[in-house]
């Protein structure tokens, strides 16, 4: 295999995303000592192999209650999802591509039964970077039938290097059918920041001033300059032009990553991240739709600053990242802010965590868990939360090892968990999503596994969008790892893109 590009634009002091230790596509047999962001694992297969082919339009299989959305060659990550409240089975989710340079795009417009794949656009080439593609999706859509697929494009040349990124969000106006419409901006060279997991977020409530407004909140990984940090661009013109400005404390180190946004009933602007400096996750809140900022706050201390690695993670390390939401309903906890994120137990195994805010984020409850707790040592990682708009229920999916009885931990399942009261209790037991569980960490008594694409494997981050009582948790596993597939790449489907409908 030839060897990748060297990585020379971006200094490895100043990127703790990046890992020294290269992974290929099909891992060797040893493990990253640091994070590698999915986007490194697809830059070393493109540079070694060249983009595969695809991107035709694709339908999705049934597998039971789950649905395979991607149904495609090759490996998907990061799974978002987003539902348009005014046509409630309107349904549009997004993923990465590891082996091709797009975006992949899914739409349904029959509440998740069926499901639709398109590509997302990608931008001419800048200068000496002659490739770039896409990574990290996160949609949301508007009042008024708008769709907004944001996503991180990376640059690079030949045998230049990473040469620069900028952020993209792109437009749809039929539900994520097509993407007519892109607006990129934000574009740093491969010697400055590097722009890294955007969120993105919409302002739907009807008495707010600024209604309809689109905001995407993102790190810009510095390592010790107080240029990075979390910014966060605001549009008011349908993502036409945004205007950037930094969340987080100006004079601060910049060393965060995971930003979630959210808006409040009345146009407040919301956002938390993990700050792996300081080790906490911090929020900050914005009442004029991202203009100026208070000051940073703390959400809750933590003991995992970065990533940690845990057994289903075989090669990459799960991600500290909170998922911030609020209360939009009209029922009692009309308001409130919820936040959860992945801390280390005292067990040595990871959980789910959650704090609650009634005034605005000034201040936060103390943290509790959100998933049954058991006897036998489990790990919860890449989780998502959603707050019903319509009944208030907080609602959260994850990856989950209670089903790997051999104490490995290697086995995994999205189990969801949903409260009913404000966080004050859980459903118990939690509802499993996966028809079938997963094991990223071998098959078969194969290890490495030929099916696994080690180097990214799950990703970072899944999906979850609740409404009217229904929830749409998304994910991706490897249920199709072995199965042969004509044209695929060694005949081999790989990871694919899941979701269910949850009532």
Not at 187 to 214: A, Q, V, W
Not at 260 to 266: L, Q
Request: negative net charge; proline residues 6%; glycine residues 12%.
């Amino acid at each position: 295999m030839k060897r990748p590009f060297p990585f020379r634009k971006i200094p490895w002091s100043t990127l703790p995303l990046i890992a020294i230790t290269i992974l290929p596509s099909v891992a060797l047999g040893q493990k990253s000592s640091t994070h590698n962001p999915t986007w490194w694992d697809k830059y070393q297969y493109i540079a070694s192999n060249g983009p595969t082919s695809g991107g035709a339009p694709t339908s999705s299989v049934s597998f039971g209650a789950n649905v395979d959305l991607s149904n495609e060659c090759g490996p998907q990550s990061e799974t978002f999802i987003a539902l348009n409240s005014a046509r409630p089975k309107i349904l549009a989710a997004g993923s990465n591509e590891i082996f091709r340079l797009p975006m992949r795009g899914y739409f349904s417009s029959n509440g998740g039964t069926n499901w639709g794949g398109v590509d997302l656009p990608l931008p001419p080439a800048k200068g000496s970077n002659g490739i770039d593609f896409g990574s990290d999706p996160t949609l949301a859509f508007d009042t008024r039938g708008n769709l907004f697929y944001g996503y991180i494009v990376v640059f690079f040349g030949n045998g230049a290097g990473v040469n620069g990124s900028e952020m993209a969000v792109a437009r749809s106006t039929d539900g994520g059918q097509s993407y007519p419409a892109v607006t990129f901006f934000s574009f740093e060279s491969g010697s400055n920041h590097f722009n890294d997991k955007p969120m993105i977020t919409t302002d739907t409530n009807s008495n707010s001033r600024l209604r309809d407004s689109i905001y995407v909140a993102w790190d810009a990984a510095a390592g010790g300059s107080t240029g990075g940090g979390i910014r966060v661009g605001s549009s008011s013109d349908r993502g036409a032009t945004f205007t950037i400005t930094r969340a987080d404390d100006p004079s601060g180190p910049g060393k965060s990553i995971g930003a979630s946004p959210t808006v409040g009933p009345n146009g407040e602007l919301y956002v938390a991240w993990n700050d792996y400096a300081a080790n906490n996750i911090s929020f900050n809140r914005s009442f004029d739709g991202g203009a100026t900022w208070g000051l940073q706050n703390v959400i809750s201390a933590k003991s995992i600053p970065f990533d940690i690695g845990i057994p289903a993670e075989s090669f990459r390390r799960a991600l500290v990242y909170p998922a911030l939401d609020v209360d939009r309903s009209n029922g009692p906890h009309r308001g409130r802010l919820y936040c959860s994120w992945m801390d280390q137990t005292a067990a040595g195994t990871t959980d789910i965590y959650l704090s609650f805010s009634d005034d605005n984020g000034a201040d936060w409850s103390a943290r509790t868990t959100v998933a049954d707790q058991l006897a036998l040592p489990v790990d919860r990682f890449n989780h998502s939360m959603s707050v019903d708009p319509v009944t208030g229920d907080v609602n959260l999916s994850f990856y989950d090892t209670r089903n790997d009885t051999t104490g490995s931990r290697y086995m995994t399942d999205i189990y969801f968990a949903q409260s009913t009261n404000g966080g004050a209790s859980w459903s118990s037991p939690n509802t499993r999503v996966t028809t079938v569980s997963s094991n990223e960490h071998d098959c078969g008594g194969l290890f490495p596994c030929p099916g696994i694409n080690y180097g990214n494997q799950q990703g970072d981050y899944e999906g979850l969008v609740s409404y009217g009582g229904v929830s749409y948790p998304i994910w991706t596993d490897s249920r199709r790892q072995l199965e042969s597939i004509p044209g695929c790449y060694n005949n081999l489907a790989m990871e694919e893109v899941f979701a269910e409908k949850l009532k």
